[in-house]
């Protein structure tokens, strides 16, 4: 009985996990098109989602704790541990679920650092395209009296919106 409603737990935080992996991905290709409107989306989206997964997520500790002190582990025993006790007893239905977690959560990871370092790259262009600009705004040419053009500080500043 304790495996079986473990197995259920981890069913659901995989499902959980997967769908914010959909999100993830869909979140790539809109950074890609630069589509703002559906990256906010993506992000109450992925909030939503992870207030879900943390809610879940204490039901699945329980499950852990009470399948371990059942087999007679510490109650702190990982889900791999635990996993691997009970295939060497000939249920490896767990151990099958465990990796099947890890594998979404390792596939979640890395698609998140990906986003992660297109929106970095994304900033450092906008803040160099920024002070480029900026440059230019405090550089204008001024038709001088001598009949030509002169290069004057015009004292335009453009403020960072973050600063």
Do not use: C, W
């Not at 935080?13 to 630069?34: H, N, W």
């Not at 039901?59 to 009470?66: C, D, K, Q, V």
């Amino acid at each position: 009985m304790e495996i079986k409603k473990l197995v259920e737990e981890i069913t659901v935080e995989t499902g959980l996990l997967e769908e914010l992996l959909k999100v993830f991905e869909r979140e790539t290709a809109e950074m890609a098109k630069i589509d703002l409107t559906a990256m906010a989306l993506s992000n109450e989206q992925k909030e939503e989602l992870i207030a879900r997964i943390n809610v879940h997520s204490s039901s699945l500790l329980s499950a852990i704790s009470r399948l371990a002190l059942r087999e007679g582990l510490p109650e702190s025993t990982s889900l791999a541990a635990l996993s691997e006790f009970v295939a060497k007893k000939g249920n490896t239905e767990l151990l099958s679920k465990q990796q099947n977690i890890r594998r979404t959560t390792e596939r979640l990871q890395q698609v998140a650092a990906l986003n992660r370092e297109i929106a970095e790259r994304f900033a450092s262009n906008v803040t160099t395209s920024l002070a480029l600009i900026t440059r230019l705004i405090n550089q204008s040419n001024v038709y001088g009296a001598s009949g030509g053009y002169q290069q004057r500080s015009a004292g335009a500043v453009m403020i960072n919106r973050e600063a």
